[in-house]
Nanobody, 124 residues
Framework: QVQLVQSGGGLVQVGDSLRLSCAASGRSFATYTIGWFRQDPSKESEFVGA????????DYADSVRGRFTIFRDNAENTVYLQMNSLKPEETAVYYC?????????????????WGQGTQVTVSS
């Protein structure tokens, strides 16, 4: 099993960009689908997007498609979430998660391993 350590996050202004990182330790990183979720205390957890193992295929929530991009560097065992044109309502704790050989994963229960989360605050 991999272990995930997140970095990035912070306070930005509306319309700004931010990149989150999700670094994995362990072997066979390329065989893991990595998903991103966000959690605001007043809302349910929300699927943001995922990058499918063994491919560059990605899946995004409608709310972020066209503004957010997920990509991976298997040599560095890291997946990135590039977020552009951020909105105040996207203020949340962002989590990455991993599941091996998963073809598609939009639910929390699809993933077995989670990062520690990182706070993103978008100020208006």
């Amino acid at each position: 099993q991999v272990q995930l350590v997140q970095s990035g996050g912070g306070l930005v202004q509306v319309g700004d960009s931010l990149r989150l990182s999700c670094a994995a330790s362990g072997r066979s990183f390329a065989t893991y689908t990595i998903g991103w979720f966000r959690q605001d205390p007043s809302k349910e957890s929300e699927f943001v997007g995922a990058i499918i193992w063994g491919t560059t295929n990605t899946d995004y929530a409608d709310s972020v498609r066209g503004r957010f991009t997920i990509f991976r560097d298997n040599a560095e065992n890291t997946v990135y979430l590039q977020m552009n044109s951020l909105k105040p309502e996207e203020t949340a704790v962002y989590y990455c998660a991993a599941d091996q050989f998963r073809v598609r994963g939009t639910r929390l229960s699809d993933y077995k391993t989670w990062g520690q989360g990182t706070q993103v605050t978008v100020s208006s």
